[in-house]
């Protein structure tokens, strides 16, 4: 995770002067960055004085209305004016990411659930990007001319049932147009059975009740009968054993 962390003078900026110790030459500015994250800090080093910020313009602005409340502007009428202006600006873009946040997470915990696809699901298009895919992500939207809609993320699926590298994403209306595939793929190797796992024998759902990997032998129970078998010949089993 990238890291970035320093100090620099702010002395000869369009700061204020410390409303404590009146001095202006003292003004610092300091960063603190961890990945997305960053902290802003514009103060007196001298008095160590100083305001927050998670954004370098607001930093600076607040820094500004505290020494205007605090000392007063000077006379300079106009340049208060326009940094409580700036600050009404910051505190409403605030307000809007805010209120952006409260959609996003309404939409996700309202809509998302109702979807009928889901993380892992597995299926063949023939109209948008041809081939099979596995989903590797769901988000939910809601638009003032489409109302709730999804936008799917699938990975490709190799022929040999692993996923491959290449992504693409799939809109809402082409939902009709895909065909679901079972999360099972043919058994290749003995180690991809597990005792209790469902499976598939000749296209019969069934379930993986004992393994004898060392003879390469298992019993699996099908439609309430026990089928032996020596040979991985016609068995399916759950995609996740190809890890």
């Known amino acids: 995770m990238d890291k970035d962390k320093g100090s620099r003078s702010a002395s000869g900026e369009d700061v204020c002067p410390c409303p404590k110790c009146g001095q202006e030459e003292n003004i610092v500015v300091k960063w603190d960055r961890t990945g997305d994250e960053e902290t802003i800090q514009v103060g007196c080093n001298k008095c160590e004085n100083y305001v927050t ?27 208060e004016h326009i940094y409580r202006l700036f600050h009404r600006k910051c505190l409403l873009q605030q307000e809007l990411k805010s209120v952006d946040r409260e959609i996003d ?80 793929v043919s058994a290749k190797k003995w180690s991809m059975l597990r005792e209790g796992d469902a499976c598939k024998l000749a296209g019969v759902s069934g379930k993986i009740v004992e393994i004898d990997q060392k003879r390469r032998k298992a019993i699996i129970e099908i439609e309430g009968e026990k089928v032996k078998i020596n040979r991985l010949v016609s068995l399916e089993v759950d995609k996740g054993r190809l890890t």
Request: net charge positive.
């Open 53 to 79: 910020a998670q954004d370098w313009f607001l930093a600076y602005v607040e820094w500004n209305i505290r020494a205007f409340d605090e000392k007063g502007n000077g006379g300079n009428h106009e340049r």
């Open 105 to 184: 997470d309404f939409v996700t915990s309202t809509y998302l659930p109702r979807f009928r696809l889901k993380v892992g699901d597995r299926f063949e298009s023939r109209y948008w990007f041809p081939g099979k895919w596995e989903i590797v992500g769901i988000t939910a939207h809601y638009g003032i001319n489409t109302g709730q809609c999804y936008l799917i993320k699938a990975v490709e699926l190799l022929p040999n049932g692993r996923t491959g590298r290449r992504t693409r994403d799939f809109p809402t209306n082409i939902i009709g147009k895909i065909r679901l595939l079972d999360n099972f």
